[in-house]
């Protein structure tokens, strides 16, 4: 190949850079992302429980799990969360990124206040979370809803209320996030198409759906995803809220505290490898299955 | 400093440095203990004697915060890293001898007959198979905390608590407060199975109506009785009919009397230290209330043992240290530092702290307490907690979810002792 | 901006309801910062005012050996490590959006994969190879599992698939070799997805727990969400000092924030977001 250099094209030796740019990252993501979890994958065969003796076990941590009743409630949740989680934080990001965008008074100011929650850490908030949810008189919620005339509600103390209570936090501390990226993929859209809509006499809904929308797709399929992701993986405000239990009775429990639980509090390594497994594949088939749809046509 | 001086002391302390590199006459081993600022302050004291009287050994204190103790120990471990003596809350003792992260105690150093002259009893849970893995420097237990201010405002007298449950109740009543529209807004007592409760129904209730918790050989569930019912029963009246308290009351039964909003509440020694801190709280210690003549208490403690780790000279190093912070003086360090209860009898039982006004009912509690030898302490506290909540929130009937629970713990031991 | 004109009125309410909404959400934040100035009597009524003010919490915080110790190593990794992302996740981004070789989509859905693998699992691995080659208790030990990112690789393709290949072209023309084209043209044009990056990324750092833990002992190298988990105890939380160090934590990352918001928003047109 030396001698010939002169001799490649110009889309080889673009793929040669491409290579050389590409060089470090692979490496680096081979050794410190993949090689771990194939390390982590093959430790889910076995009944690893810190050290050393490791004895391959094939799948019988697999049959475990599924046959674990806890196993499935918490499956259940984590979706619970993604199906809850995703679409209102898409709906009220867009809805405030929207409105925001077209304000131009102050509009630094409100993009602080809304972005502030993303910046706090999940104890904090979660404690102050708990205060908003005590019964009457402590707790903020339970009063506004006495005083409109309504019951009382119990928020952390029902196995049907925790989880959604507990999601709240977590989506309040992460649409900060999503109203940033549509904000910043509404400034992007060329002015010339809404110059051109007003001159056809659209409608501000008509615009919204046929103009704004569709050119938004990159930054909403970017967001789905990674909003997904977030959600299947959501940990901290349920730890910090449920004194990490996930209760009660399991029903505010997401898959990565029960890995957590497995692997470190009760050390059973193997077991909990399992389950990291169970846990990206459901990732991987999510992301993939939302990028297809959400594609370009 | 002249510069002369300064120069040898230089040469010196290099010279000193490059000596004890290849650790030819210097043994440093590791501590690890959690990150507790009493314990820190405690332990720290303790190795600057234990390395003035034992010159060739020097000991490396690290500590760790609490919440993951046991992920950095989990991953240092494995890795060949960690401590030579480490800490452990005893009921972790056999997780950890299941991942082989203990060695026994020498014999020689620990005698047998002398731990169990001198130690409470609660202490020869650490012996498996015959051998010592590990060996407490204070021990704790629980007892009922109550609020002066409230009780005085409750007409009640603020220096009598109550001694027995009958009168726990009755006392309780008259010191919970509610709304108009029936919101609780002081709680007589806490409920809350999370924090000590599980261990008070498990080694005190059960047995004060007439049960017990574990077989003699531990390895079965023996409260799935008439007597486990009934007193599970009386633990969820408390808030079902008796309407003393709540759970989840101002998220936890610590938060709600350190707020001043729960009278009474049991709890541990380690919350003297908090409470004593809480700006404007006068609050009183008595022995856990009687029943039908029959006390019971509760008693935990954290142990120090040696790792597998520590081979050869460390070990030796190691044996010398743990001797160290176990003996009696150590013990009484313990105590003015950390407010832990001594775990050696004599020190214990001295009169001076037998009827100190704090420590006297803990430590008198110790002379009739168990303490539960669990082998998944989490998982077993869970077990518990979900009993009440199904009965709570999901209706379920008291004799079936006591049975549900029995039958969960049953399935933790099988799992454990089959191995 | 958009050309319509917007009724009076309808504008003032939709700035109302924006301005009452932000209110609403950043009311837990005020709550916290308020429990940060009360004595631990105070700090179990949500209220906005101390009724006996303190700054004795942040005396408390600031004496606790260390605070301003892990304040500055969290800084310090944060910066390094947000710079080494803005650098390899941006060329790399560059290298898939722009470039056609075989292995692309594999590369790609490989490197997006790698963000599913949840981090709790890959700690361990980790720490055993921090040990072998010697970065415990080492900056470079706490920093070297986020130099690169799935995360921001796959924000930075997105935002240079719109950018003209046009521009390049003309780059290359010019003489510019690839690795100039990128650094010279391409990256100008996508600066406000890199101000994007930046935050997320210092923010993730900031904030990161469980892996800094793992592998730092000496106390002088905490990072900061390590330090303040000191006063989580066995039994009990100093609520009042959570509550102060959260405060104090939140600083840096409000100031990043506001120095750079402007930018991201503003320049993303020149980028263009294209579908």
Known sequence: ?297 | MKTGKAAFWLGAILAALWWSGPARAQVEIEYWQYTFAQRVQAIDELIKRFEAANPGIKVKHTHVPYDDFRVKIAAAIPAGQGPDVVQLFYGWLQDYLKAGLLQPLPAAAFPASEVEKEFFPIVQQMKVDGKYYALPTAVRSLALFWNKALFKEAGLDPEKPPATLDELVEYAKKLTKRSPNGDLLQAGLTIDMGGQDHHWLREVLIRQYGGAPYSADKKTVTYNTDAGVAATQWYIDLAAKNKVGQIGFLTDGVTAFRSGKAAMTIDGSFRLGALDGQKGLDYGVAELPAHKGIKANFASYWVNGITTKAIGAKQDAAVKFLKFITTPEAMELWMTTVGELPARKSVAEKDANKNHAKYGPFIRGLSYAYATDFVNESAQRKVLIDMVDKVALKNVPTKEAVAQAAAEEQNLLDAFYKK | MIGIRKTAPGHIAAWTLLLLGGIVMVMPFVFMLAASFKYNNEIYELSLLPHEPTLDNYRRLFERSGFLRWFGNSLLIGTLTTASVLFFDSLVGYTLAKFRFRGRYLVFVAILSTLMIPTEMLVLPWYSMARTFGWLDTYWGVAFPGLMTGFGTFLMKQFFEGVPDDLLDAGRLDGLNEFQVWWQVAMPLVAPALSALAIFTFLGNWTAFLWPLIVITDRNLYTLPVGLASFSGEFQTEWEMVMTGASVATIPTILVFLLLQRYIIRGIAMAGLKA
């Open chain 1, 1 to 297: 190949m030396i001698g010939r250099s002169q001799d490649l094209t110009i889309a080889q030796k673009r793929a040669i850079w491409a290579w050389a740019f590409l060089s470090m990252p692979v490496v680096f993501y081979v050794t410190i992302r993949f090689y771990p979890a194939a390390q982590a994958f093959g430790a889910s065969f076995t009944n690893w429980n810190i050290v050393g003796r490791m004895e391959f076990i094939g799948l019988a941590n697999y049959s475990r799990l599924l046959q674990d009743p806890a196993f499935w409630k918490v499956i259940g949740n984590t979706f619970a969360y993604l199906g809850l989680g995703v679409p209102i934080s898409m709906l009220a990001s867009f809805v405030i990124a929207y409105f925001l965008d077209r304000v131009r008074f102050g509009h630094g100011l409100l993009r602080a206040l809304y972005f502030i929650p993303h910046l706090t850490t999940a104890v904090a908030m979660a404690w102050v979370w708990r205060w908003f949810y005590q019964p009457a008189p402590v707790g903020a919620f339970n009063v506004w809803l006495v005083g409109l005339g309504f019951p009382q509600v119990a928020f952390l103390r029902s196995t049907t209320h925790a989880l959604p209570a507990v999601l709240a936090p977590a989506i309040w501390a992460g649409i900060g996030f999503q109203i940033v990226i549509f904000l910043a993929g509404l400034k992007a859209i060329p002015r010339t198409y809404y110059e051109a809509a007003t001159i056809d006499g659209a409608g501000a809904w008509r615009v919204l759906f046929e103009i704004t929308l569709p050119l938004l797709r990159p930054t909403i399929v970017f967001l789905v995803v990674t909003s997904s992701i977030a959600y299947l993986r959501i940990f901290d405000y349920v730890y910090a809220m449920t004194n990490g239990q996930g209760g009660p009775l399991d029903s505010t429990k997401p898959l990565v505290l029960k890995i957590f639980e497995t692997a470190f509090a009760h050390f059973e390594m193997g077991y909990a490898a399992t389950q990291t497994v169970v846990l990206f594949a459901i990732l991987l088939v999510i992301s993939r299955m939302q990028i297809r749809l959400l594609r370009s046509r």
